[in-house]
């Protein structure tokens, strides 16, 4: 008897994140995911026991490496005010390497999913208060190092900065002219950057 292949983990998350970030979790079919993986049904279920579980490991993934990406540009930044209104900017970049780029995962599925119990709306909605969090943390330590004023609240800014990068990732989807969209960047940048403590512009 000739034995299947192993699979590749890694590499089938990769196009399963890729499969459901564009087509979101109902669009995506059985078929679908058969084609993007290249595995039968049974050994789809035998790796990772449903749609759901496939589902939930790749928005993880997801999640793992919009982070990854984060974490990086944070530490190259010259201030963390300056990283936050480079991570608005960067959202553009992606825009303008890939002419059709799916919305931002986790904002699609706590849309998709919001009126649906079960886990994977609700570890979509885990994860963005997750990056709100993260952004409250910049905004602490901006205020920590005097680029922010004192009576700066991080979590409020936090808050305001996330529903900035949620439509931002929206207009996104109908806007195709480059030059619009850097001066966008550059505008939604620019705010973060005039929350400077004015002893601290540049």
């Excluded at 059985?30 to 789809?44: F, H, V, Y």
């Excluded at 780029?101 to 706590?110: D, F, N």
Aim: with cysteine; proline share 5%; charged share 30%.
């Amino acid at each position: 008897m000739t034995r299947a292949a192993p699979y590749d983990r890694d590499l089938a998350l990769d196009r399963a994140m890729q499969l459901f970030w564009s087509q979101g979790y109902h669009a995506t079919s059985l078929k679908d995911i058969e084609a993007a993986l290249d595995m039968r049904p049974g050994s789809i279920y035998a790796a990772f026991k449903s749609k759901d579980g496939l589902f939930r490991l790749a928005l993880a993934r997801y999640y793992r490496r919009m982070m990854e990406v984060f974490d990086d540009r944070l530490a190259a930044a010259e201030s963390p005010l300056e990283a936050l209104a480079d991570w608005l900017r960067f959202h553009v970049e992606i825009r303008l390497d890939d002419p059709a780029p799916p919305a931002c995962m986790l904002a699609k599925t706590s849309l998709e999913l919001a009126d649906i119990d079960g886990e994977a709306g609700a570890e979509a909605r885990a994860y963005l208060r997750e990056v709100a969090e993260r952004f409250a943390a910049v905004f602490a330590l901006a205020r920590a190092r005097g680029e922010l004023p004192d009576s700066a609240d991080p979590e409020r800014l936090a808050r305001l900065l996330q529903a900035k990068i949620m439509g931002l990732t929206v207009f996104l989807q109908r806007e195709a002219d480059p030059q619009a969209l850097r001066q966008l960047a550059d505008d939604l940048a620019d705010e973060v950057l005039a929350l400077r403590h004015p002893g601290k512009a540049a």
